[in-house]
Each structure stands twice: as structure tokens, then as C-alpha cells.
């Protein structure tokens, strides 16, 4: 088992790297928006989730949960990085379906990158969901675990 300096580092580390794949995606769907007349709605929702990272997610699981004690409970972590993690599939999901050009509008490599970094983000909040059932099981089990570590 890892000190938890080292489990602390890593969860930075991966929180930085969801934000960082945020800000992409935030791009890549802003770009597709606007170059398409249509907006369609898979892009725009790539665009919600990204931001649902950046604006709802980070924050509380960073800062909130560190001075606000309601929010450092394993339950609310928990249905964070559960909602987040259901929120990433269905938006690569929905990228990954207009890959083939089916939705009328022209290939473009970015739909390829829109998809790869949604399955990167995915596959983060698989390891922070992980980690956030960890620490409800710990807490619930009477371990007395503080906050959930994400």
C-alpha cells in the first residue's frame, strides 16, 4: 500500500490532467459549434460536460471539500465523480456515433480528437470513481476516513 502522500499526489495529478482534457474538449466541441450552422446537439453536450468538469466537479472535489465539511463527505463525492463518469460515457458515446458522417456534415479530425480525449476523460473519472467508492465503503464501514481522497 502507498503512503497517502503519494495517493494525495497522484489524485492531484489525475484532477489536473481531467482538467486539462476539459479545457480540450471545451475547445474541440466550441470549434466543431461553430463550424457547423446546425450546432448539433452531441458537440454541445461534449461542451456542457467539459465545463461541468471545469465549473462543478474540480472545484468542489479540490477546494470546497477541503474548508467545507458537508461537502468532504464520501456520499457527495461519490454521486459527483458517479454523475461525471455517466456524463463522460454518453458524451464520447454520442462523439464517437458521428464519427462515420451519418449526421450529414463532412469528416473531420477533430471528431477523432473529440472522441479520443472524451475516452481519456472517461477513463480518468473510471480511476476517481474508483478511489470516491473506496472512500464511502471505508466511511461507511465505520474507518472514520476523511473526505473521499478524490
Not at 450552422?37 to 471539500?65: D, E, K, M, R
Not at 458537508?70 to 454521486?79: G, Q
Not at 465523480?81 to 464517437?96: I, R
Amino acid at each position: 500500500m502507498a503512503p497517502s502522500g503519494t495517493n494525495n499526489i497522484v489524485n492531484l495529478v489525475v484532477r489536473g490532467l481531467q482538467g486539462f482534457f476539459a479545457i480540450i474538449v471545451l475547445g474541440i466541441s466550441a470549434g466543431l459549434i461553430a463550424d457547423f450552422a446546425g450546432s448539433p446537439s452531441q458537440y454541445g453536450y461534449n461542451l456542457f460536460v467539459s465545463l461541468w468538469t471545469l465549473v462543478i466537479v474540480i472545484p468542489v472535489s479540490l477546494i470546497a471539500a477541503r474548508f467545507i465539511q458537508f461537502l468532504a463527505a464520501p456520499i457527495v463525492a461519490l454521486v459527483l465523480e458517479a454523475l461525471s463518469w455517466v456524463f463522460w460515457l454518453a458524451a464520447w458515446a454520442c462523439a464517437a456515433a458521428s464519427l462515420h458522417g451519418r449526421d450529414g456534415y463532412v469528416r473531420r479530425p477533430t471528431k477523432g480528437a473529440l472522441v479520443a480525449f472524451g475516452v481519456l476523460e472517461w477513463l480518468l473519472f473510471c480511476y476517481t470513481l474508483y478511489v470516491a467508492v473506496m472512500a464511502f465503503l471505508d466511511h461507511s464501514r465505520g474507518g472514520g476516513g476523511k473526505g473521499s481522497g478524490v
